[in-house]
């Protein structure tokens, strides 16, 4: 048998496990606890009422929160990552990402790859800036940009040299349908080599994943 690619190996070490997980920012307000486990790259979704923790999961995950309850494992190449370093290995898109409104789009996305330290800053701006279809909109000011164009911008800082875990926070949000299209299709292609979550109860978007997670139900299964 002819062993696998190095690229291909690290893809299936990938593993995102929570045990337990939950958060409370007030009585009623936060993420009962969850468990489940994800192995290697793939897409799934994370769907469930309003104030259900969908937001709050995801930040956990991305290592911006604390829980108050259990713990989580986000692990690449088999190893398992801090939470503190995670920004090294994901990519977080919430609405609540805010920009310097008087830095142009690349000066933004400039300073987001200096401060996750890419090797290649220069090409990975342009890489994502290309993804999202604002090439042509890099010298526009940020304060300038239209909701959708916004919204790109929050992609293009989330994919910055293609981490290994996406974690998306209602990716489709202020999108127009062609916009929505060309997310779909980036999707679909990063699900192959990246371990992809989707928090959002749009049908458009949780119908694409492999596995879905339903907050508020405890349920864990397929999006049929």
């Keep these: 048998m002819t062993p696998a690619a190095p690229q291909a190996a690290a893809a299936a070490a990938m593993r995102i496990e929570c045990r337990g997980v939950g958060h409370r920012y007030s009585a009623g307000r936060g993420l009962d606890p969850v468990s489940f486990t994800l192995t290697g790259p793939g897409l799934a979704a994370v769907t469930g009422p309003n104030g259900s923790g969908k937001s709050t999961l995801l930040r956990i995950l991305a290592g911006l929160l604390r829980p108050v309850a259990g713990d989580s494992v986000v692990s690449v190449s088999g190893r398992?990552?801090?939470?503190?370093?995670?920004?090294?290995?994901?990519?977080?898109?919430?609405?609540?990402?805010?920009?310097?409104?008087?830095?142009?789009?690349?000066?933004?996305l400039d300073f987001a790859a200096e401060a996750r330290?890419?090797?290649?800053?220069?090409?990975?701006?342009?890489?994502?800036?290309?993804?999202?279809?604002?090439?042509?909109?890099?010298?526009?000011?940020?304060?300038?940009?239209?909701?959708?164009?916004?919204?790109?911008?929050?992609?293009?800082?989330a994919i910055l040299g293609d981490p290994?875990?996406?974690?998306?926070?209602?990716?489709?949000?202020?999108?127009?349908?062609?916009?929505?299209?060309?997310?779909?299709?980036?999707?679909?292609?990063?699900?192959?080599?990246?371990?992809?979550?989707?928090?959002?109860?749009?049908?458009?978007?949780?119908?694409?994943?492999?596995?879905?997670?339903?907050?508020?139900?405890?349920?864990?299964?397929?999006?049929?």
């Design 80 to 108: 398992e990552v801090p939470a503190p370093e995670r920004r090294h290995v994901t990519g977080w898109l919430a609405p609540e990402l805010q920009f310097y409104g008087e830095f142009t789009v690349r000066e933004n």
């Design 117 to 157: 330290g890419l090797a290649h800053g220069r090409e990975a701006v342009l890489n994502a800036a290309r993804a999202v279809g604002l090439s042509e909109r890099l010298g526009d000011r940020a304060a300038a940009l239209s909701s959708g164009l916004r919204q790109r911008l929050r992609l293009a800082f």
């Design 164 to 224: 290994p875990v996406l974690l998306f926070d209602e990716p489709g949000s202020h999108l127009d349908e062609a916009a929505r299209e060309r997310l779909a299709a980036f999707i679909q292609e990063r699900r192959t080599s990246a371990r992809v979550l989707v928090a959002t109860n749009d049908s458009r978007e949780w119908s694409l994943a492999d596995e879905r997670i339903t907050l508020g139900t405890r349920d864990l299964g397929d999006p049929s």
